[in-house]
């Protein structure tokens, strides 16, 4: 019985350590999710010029941002946040949970094929991404109240260089 339980929890690791590896490091030219399109009819928006529009409007729908990475998701890849001018964290999540980012990603500018609003997130959300991003204890007590943010829900993610 000894040696089932210890087979079965060699396996269910192997298994958790190859879904880690499955996600191909971010090379020019790498996409993730549906990828973006070469279709020139599409607007490309600096996440600046976001930030501006949703300051005039509640949504931007099937938008392509280029933007560097400022953050990764050191869990899994699950989210990241892109770099601005305007101080506002602009959070970046993958549609559907479908697909993540390599922490290589960190730093290289990407193409996103997304859909932008502005929201108020939450202390406890905010928590939980610091978190995730592995803030120390005193970081993550820090966090007292909302903040307003811009949140992109990527389709489909290009890396540029």
């Given at each position: 019985?000894?040696?089932?339980?210890?087979?079965?929890?060699?396996?269910?690791?192997?298994?958790?350590?190859?879904?880690?590896?499955?996600?191909?490091?971010?090379?020019?030219?790498?996409?993730?999710?549906?990828?973006?399109?070469?279709?020139?009819?599409?607007?490309?928006?600096?996440?600046?010029?976001?930030?501006?529009?949703?300051?005039?409007?509640?949504?931007?729908?099937?938008?392509?941002?280029?933007?560097?990475?400022?953050?990764?998701?050191?869990?899994?890849?699950?989210?990241?946040?892109?770099?601005?001018?305007?101080?506002?964290?602009?959070?970046?999540?993958?549609?559907?949970?479908?697909?993540?980012?390599?922490?290589?990603?960190?730093?290289?500018?990407?193409?996103l094929h997304a859909d932008?609003?502005?929201?108020?997130?939450?202390?406890?959300?905010?928590?939980?991404?610091?978190?995730?991003?592995?803030?120390?204890?005193?970081?993550?007590?820090?966090?007292?109240?909302?903040?307003?943010?811009?949140?992109?829900?990527?389709?489909?993610?290009?890396?540029?260089?």
């Open positions: 019985m000894k040696k089932a339980i210890l087979l079965l929890a060699f396996v269910i690791a192997q298994f958790s350590f190859a879904q880690k590896s499955e996600i191909p490091e971010a090379t020019p030219g790498m996409e993730y999710g549906r990828g973006v399109s070469e279709d020139k009819t599409f607007n490309v928006y600096t996440t600046n010029k976001v930030i501006e529009e949703l300051n005039k409007q509640k949504e931007l729908k099937d938008i392509v941002i280029q933007a560097k990475v400022s953050g990764v998701c050191e869990k899994k890849g699950c989210w990241l946040t892109l770099e601005n001018d305007k101080n506002m964290t602009v959070f970046v999540k993958m549609e559907d949970y479908a697909f993540f980012l390599p922490m290589s990603a960190l730093g290289k500018t990407i193409l932008a609003s502005k929201k108020t997130t939450s202390v406890e959300e905010l928590k939980h991404y610091a978190e995730d991003a592995k803030k120390t204890a005193e970081e993550i007590a820090k966090i007292t109240e909302p903040k307003t943010e811009i949140r992109v829900l990527a389709k489909g993610i290009k890396v540029i260089n």
